[in-house]
């Protein structure tokens, strides 16, 4: 006959749904390297807390924040293209980190911070509220099948956590080069409370001239494939 256990087993906590999967989590020696020597100047900690965007970056600006660049060549592009405005970008995958480091210091970028870490915990913990002038998300993983479709970062509540982050009159931008994701994100976008289409009512942005073109997109263009872009301006 079996002992019974005298222990009370703790409840096992339901996993959050992600939006994400952490592809390719390991850097080479290279990238570590990269990694170490950088860190110091472009790295924010999720430990650290809620941060400061005048004492992060000395100085007083519109703060522009991106989750999911990739491996970052882009957003090293538009900080340096703008300089007036400062960028934080936030990137579950450690060796894009790492390369948007590195080309952030070979091109002398400085007005660019980074986390490593998932952006709804950054959102939640560490960015100011009611404070950035721009929210981008481009190009996130479209999760293709239906049964998959709850996996996609662009929600409901995904919206209304933007909004906390955005100050009035800031701007939601989103890019996908998925027409069956561009038409979630516009129905779940213009049913939100606090914000309103840049385009018009249940109509596509045209690609700013500040969102550069990728080689990804280059060669979609290439074959025919459309990018949809999607821009909300936040109303407190």
């Known amino acids: 006959m079996q002992d019974q256990k005298t222990e009370t087993q703790e409840p096992i906590k339901k996993r959050t749904i992600r939006s994400f999967v952490v592809r390719g ?138 909004a906390n982050v955005l100050k009035d009159g800031g701007h939601f931008h989103m890019a996908t080069d998925w027409q069956p994701y561009a038409e979630h994100m516009m129905e779940v976008m213009e049913v939100q409370a606090g914000y309103e289409n840049a385009a018009g009512k249940g109509l596509y942005h045209p690609r700013p001239e500040w969102r550069p073109l990728t080689k990804f997109e280059q060669r979609g263009e290439r074959l025919g494939h459309g990018v949809w872009d999607l821009i909300y301006t936040h109303k407190i």
């Open 25 to 162: 989590g390991r850097m080479t020696e290279g990238q570590q390297k990269n990694y170490d020597a950088n860190w110091e100047i472009y790295g924010l900690d999720l430990a650290d807390g809620r941060i400061d965007y005048a004492t992060v970056f000395g100085r007083e600006a519109d703060v522009v924040l991106e989750v999911g660049f990739g491996m970052g060549a882009s957003l090293v592009e538009m900080a340096k293209n703008a300089p007036e405005k400062d960028f934080i970008g936030i990137e579950v995958h450690p060796p894009g980190v790492a390369k948007l480091m590195m080309l952030a210091t070979e091109q002398g970028v400085t007005n660019l911070r980074v986390y490593c870490d998932d952006a709804i915990e950054v959102m939640a913990n560490c960015l100011p509220q009611k404070a950035a002038s721009a929210f981008q998300l481009f190009f996130p993983d479209p999760w293709h099948k239906k049964k998959h479709n709850k996996r996609r970062i662009v929600q409901p509540l995904f919206a209304q956590q933007v």
